[in-house]
């Protein structure tokens, strides 16, 4: 097995200066499956008003629904086979690496120097406010977005934190349960009320707002966060990242992973240990199959649609819907349901039942 060098969300940078994001903990040996993140505006320009990133002279557009789309007509070198599921998906390979970025030794840089503006001052407020009220450190703290690449606005940018660590994680909900309920916060939870979705454009055909709300707000992770100095409230989320030690790669070239169909399932989860991180896997005990092929037994639900990351807790009882996949590897066969990117992308569904 490769030695691991990158985990979920450190930063690649090719040398058309794209950006990727490293996309969870399971890669072939020679290269890192990726999501794109970021393009220069000399090879790509978007219409979406959010897009747009500076960086001194530089300009940078972020991707949306687009970035895959982008690569593989535009950069095609940045594919990479992916050998269990027979297709190629979007990665860089090692030796197209120019440039890495890591969001916790970025981090650690930001919070070592004097803040120069009104959006470091904030993110200095809100770790003060955090080490005080836990017993987190600094190190189990990384950063991403537009803070890790320096591009940046102090009056609009978010703060986007990852937290590492499965009980890390745990340990800072409890902290942010907390503050979200003392009259004199500057944090509270982002999801409080459906305020929080006014306007957005939603496509999710099974799963709607009022069901995308209430599971937001449980997670605790997606926070306002008052900034007294500069008169701002400014979003702040806190993505749960593994630690080098929980990391286990699980590629490998003599796995198959063949599609089978769709299904809908009613299921209870049995163990929820990794559904904080990406991808998030499930362990459940189905109780009956409501749409799609008749199966002996689907062990688990791997998700790569961030909005059902940290979706269902262990004991509950969900209702997932998505591509039903046949595993088999050299020690067991099994099925899971996979969802993921596909073309029915928005009729995909992982929610818990009587909410």
């Known amino acids: 097995m490769a030695l691991f060098k990158l985990r979920?969300?450190?930063?690649?940078?090719?040398?058309?200066?794209?950006?990727?994001?490293?996309?969870?903990?399971?890669?072939?040996?020679?290269?890192?499956?990726?999501?794109?993140?970021?393009?220069?505006?000399?090879?790509?320009?978007?219409?979406?008003?959010?897009?747009?990133?500076?960086?001194g002279n530089q300009v940078y557009y972020k991707f949306y629904a687009e970035g895959l789309r982008f690569v593989q007509q535009k950069y095609p070198k940045y594919l990479v086979r992916h050998k269990p599921l027979h297709r190629s998906l979007v990665g860089v390979k090692k030796e197209q690496i120019i440039e890495t970025r890591k969001p916790d030794k970025t981090l650690q840089t930001l919070l070592k120097k004097d803040p120069q503006d009104t959006l470091l001052q904030a993110l200095h407020t809100l770790f003060s406010l955090l080490l005080q009220r836990s017993s987190l450190s600094k190190v189990d703290f990384g950063i991403f977005g537009s803070l890790l690449h320096n591009f940046y606005h102090p009056m609009f940018s978010d703060i986007d934190l990852i937290i590492y660590d499965g009980e890390e994680l745990k340990r800072l909900r409890e902290t942010l349960n907390t503050l979200y309920c003392e009259g004199d916060s500057p944090l509270r939870n982002e999801f409080d009320?459906?305020?929080?979705?006014?306007?957005?454009?939603?496509?999710?055909?099974?799963?709607?707002?009022?069901?995308?709300?209430?599971?937001?707000?449980?997670?605790?992770?997606?926070?306002?966060?008052?900034?007294?100095?500069?008169?701002?409230?400014?979003?702040?989320?806190?993505?749960?990242?593994?630690?080098?030690?929980?990391?286990?790669?699980?590629?490998?070239?003599?796995?198959?992973?063949?599609?089978?169909?769709?299904?809908?399932?009613?299921a209870r989860v049995t163990d929820d240990n990794d559904a904080y991180f990406m991808p998030s896997i499930y362990q459940i005990e189905p109780s009956r199959v409501l749409k799609g092929r008749r199966v002996d037994h689907v062990q688990r639900v791997v998700s790569y649609v961030e909005e059902f990351r940290m979706q269902a807790q262990r004991d509950e009882l969900v209702v997932v819907e998505g591509n039903l996949e046949r595993v088999s590897t050299p020690k067991q066969t099994f099925n899971q349901i996979t969802l993921t990117y596909c073309p029915r992308y928005y009729e995909q569904t992982l929610k818990v039942v009587d909410q």
């Open 8 to 55: 979920d969300r450190d930063a690649i940078v090719t040398g058309e200066g794209i950006i990727f994001r490293v996309y969870g903990y399971s890669h072939p040996p020679y290269a890192y499956v990726c999501d794109p993140e970021y393009a220069p505006a000399n090879i790509y320009k978007s219409k979406d008003a959010r897009a747009y990133r500076a960086k």
């Open 193 to 266: 009320t459906l305020k929080s979705v006014e306007g957005k454009h939603w496509k999710f055909q099974n799963y709607s707002l009022k069901d995308y709300v209430w599971h937001q707000k449980r997670k605790q992770v997606y926070a306002l966060f008052h900034h007294e100095e500069s008169g701002r409230t400014i979003k702040t989320e806190f993505e749960p990242v593994k630690r080098w030690e929980e990391i286990r790669n699980e590629y490998d070239p003599n796995m198959r992973i063949l599609r089978k169909g769709w299904i809908k399932i009613l």
